[in-house]
């Protein structure tokens, strides 16, 4: 089971920074796609939009680039 989930729209090159810090701290993750993002935004969710990343172990999510 990967470590993290990575929610984060389809766009070159903005979401590195996150997959740079995990890689580094080697675990391992996986992205979700534009369409589940579209799916996430449709029901109340404390954060804005992407990117949000979720801690699978413990089950917390964190969202905005910097917190991530």
Sequence with gaps: ???YKLY???VP???QFAFTII???GKSWTESGD????TLMKVPVP???PPLLVNKKVDF???EMPAC
């Design 13 to 15: 090159f903005r979401s």
């Design 8 to 10: 984060y729209w389809s």
């Design 23 to 25: 890689a580094y701290a």
């Design 47 to 49: 954060f804005m939009g």
């Design 61 to 63: 999510a964190m969202a």
């Design 1 to 3: 089971m990967p470590d």
């Design 35 to 38: 369409a589940a993002i579209s």
